[in-house]
């Protein structure tokens, strides 16, 4: 919490500062600050939730279809992770680590790859992620995999950053067996690997909602926020449902 408090205070742009009195939507308290213009400059002033996660807060409680879902959540730490804690929830959380295999520990942290997740189907309510799918090499597998650990009628809520004007663009492409970028490469940055230490495998666009379809989801959604919610910088929602009937594509 300190760090992160530290770090937005090193990006402030006093020109671009501003505060309203809109509850946070993952601890209710009713202070925002925008310390520059970007939604991870927008911040909860107690918990430091960012206006990523505060929407992808919201929609759990509205989805959420039951008092006391068995969740998962693919990640360790954050306000979004905080705020799950005081849920009622049976949570399991994870990290990925590269190279070591799914369902091991790195330290006390489980490792999992949403490629192959360990655990049995049906085993989850809920599923959620926060900006994490772009980052993942077989997007495609790991929907499936969610799709398969989700118990019949559960959802899966997450984020991913989304071009809600074009169809998904994929960054690289498999060419005689290796993996080529197609465009320039580009980074993102996260608390585990810090800045620009983590590969983005595509950009996504409208066309998700097809692409969780293909996995195997009965419905799927993009809840885009009100024009003016967080200072305009709240995030859309990406929600699929499994349904007992529906074949995944192999």
């Known amino acids: 919490m300190i760090s992160k408090a530290i ?25 925002q600050i925008k310390f ?7 911040r ?4 430091g939730a960012s206006a990523v996660s505060q929407m992808l807060g919201k929609e759990f409680k509205r989805s959420r ?20 804690q005081r849920q009622g929830c049976k949570l399991t959380l994870s990290e990925y680590f590269d190279g070591i295999p799914s369902g091991e520990l790195h330290g006390e942290i489980l490792c999992q790859n949403v490629e192959k997740l360990s655990f049995p189907d049906q085993s989850f309510d809920i599923c959620t992620s926060l900006e994490v799918f772009e980052h993942v090499e077989n997007d495609l597998a790991g929907f499936r995999e969610i799709h398969r650990v989700l118990k019949v009628n559960g959802v899966f809520i997450f984020t991913a950053p989304i071009n809600l004007e074009a169809n998904t663009v ?19 940055s996260d608390s585990l690997n810090g800045v620009d230490g983590v590969f983005c495998y595509r950009n996504y666009g ?25 200072f305009g910088f709240g995030r859309s929602v990406i929600l699929a449902t499994k349904a007992s009937s529906v074949t995944t594509d192999s």
């Open 36 to 42: 520059y213009n970007n939604e991870m400059g927008v």
């Open 65 to 84: 279809v039951t008092n006391h879902p068995v969740v998962y959540e693919l990640s360790s730490r954050g306000a979004f992770v905080r705020f799950l």
């Open 206 to 230: 409208l066309d998700i909602v097809s692409r969780l379809k293909r996995s195997g989801f009965n419905t799927a959604q993009i809840i885009t926020p009100e024009p003016n919610v967080l």
């Open 44 to 47: 909860c002033a107690k918990c």
């Open 7 to 31: 770090d937005q205070l090193k990006q402030l742009k006093l020109s671009e500062l501003a505060i309203n009195f809109t509850p946070c939507y993952l601890c209710s308290w009713p202070l």
């Open 170 to 188: 994929e960054r690289t492409e498999i060419i005689a067996g290796k993996r080529i970028n197609t465009m320039p490469p580009e980074f993102h």
